[in-house]
Nanobody, 124 residues
Framework: VQLQASGGGLVQAGGSLRLSCAAA????????MGWFRQAPGKEREFVGV????????YYADSVKGRFTISRDNAKNTVYLQMNSLKPEDTAVYYC??????????????????WGQGTQVTVSS
């Protein structure tokens, strides 16, 4: 599975960005596509996840109400819409695939495939 994340950039606090993660090499069924982020000097943390078949989403408390994950089945692409961005959202954002996710998972080790990451910088 190849994952290509894109859409990062520099934005002012309060602004919005939409990240994309295009997947190739797999037909998704019970998979889940998660988003994680890692700020300098910090551990990678869970942002949110979408179940590919049901479309059910689950978010970290820190982004709930500001971030939205959606998918386009035809394009094999998942999106992370980020609104009301804060400086503390600055990080490298990664998409990842869990091939079999029956319940939403925020655990890094459940995800087998990872994209290369895209930098998001929010200025104050």
């Amino acid at each position: 599975v190849q994952l290509q994340a894109s859409g990062g950039g520099l934005v002012q606090a309060g602004g919005s960005l939409r990240l994309s993660c295009a997947a190739a090499g797999r037909t998704f069924g019970s998979d889940a596509m998660g988003w994680f982020r890692q700020a300098p000097g910090k551990e990678r943390e869970f942002v949110g996840v979408i179940n590919w078949s049901s479309g059910h989403t689950y978010y970290a408390d820190s982004v709930k109400g500001r971030f939205t994950i959606s998918r386009d089945n035809a394009k094999n692409t998942v999106y992370l819409q980020m609104n009301s961005l804060k400086p503390e959202d600055t990080a490298v954002y990664y998409c990842a695939v869990d091939p079999l996710q029956l319940v939403p998972s925020s655990r890094i080790w459940d995800y087998d495939y990872w994209g290369q990451g895209t930098q998001v910088t929010v200025s104050s």
